[in-house]
């Protein structure tokens, strides 16, 4: 059993199995809303359950997708593409991240002049 949350606690979650690799955002959007960019393990819906949610609030980030946060500490916690029969996870919330390797870097073109990509990955301008 997997199982995560945000930093406080009044959202948590257990998935019965996740991707075996993170992808790694550096669009403006996950740059903005996590304060750098996003690391993200992907969960089947059907196996994925919220175990508290009295802090989760959701925001429709485009015509496309929401993002989850907590509105009690902040924390960015989920992404879900409409449609989509799975969740993106913040994977600095999972409780163990050991066996996650890093898998891809999207949205490249779209990263902070502040920072080098990192070479753990591949790299994909748009996605």
């Given at each position: 059993?997997?199982?995560?949350?945000c930093e406080c606690g009044a959202v948590?979650?257990?998935?019965?199995?996740?991707?075996?690799?993170?992808?790694?955002?550096?669009?403006?959007?996950?740059?903005?809303?996590?304060?750098?960019?996003?690391?993200?393990?992907?969960?089947?819906?059907?196996?994925?359950?919220?175990?508290?949610?009295?802090?989760?609030?959701?925001?429709?980030?485009?015509?496309w997708a929401k993002r989850g946060f907590?509105?009690?500490?902040?924390?960015?916690?989920?992404?879900?593409?409409?449609?989509?029969?799975?969740?993106?996870?913040?994977?600095?919330?999972?409780?163990?991240?050991?066996?996650?390797?890093?898998?891809?870097?999207?949205?490249?073109?779209?990263?902070?002049?502040?920072?080098?990509?990192?070479?753990?990955?591949?790299?994909?301008?748009?996605?």
């Open positions: 059993m997997i199982t995560g949350q948590a979650y257990e998935a019965d199995k996740i991707s075996e690799t993170a992808s790694f955002c550096h669009c403006t959007q996950c740059r903005r809303t996590s304060g750098h960019y996003w690391s993200a393990v992907m969960a089947p819906l059907d196996g994925f359950r919220l175990t508290q949610e009295r802090g989760l609030a959701w925001y429709a980030s485009s015509d907590c509105n009690a500490c902040g924390s960015s916690l989920f992404y879900q593409l409409k449609g989509e029969d799975a969740i993106n996870i913040a994977a600095g919330t999972l409780d163990d991240s050991s066996g996650v390797k890093p898998g891809k870097h999207i949205f490249c073109k779209d990263r902070g002049l502040y920072y080098d990509l990192p070479n753990d990955a591949p790299h994909i301008e748009k996605y």
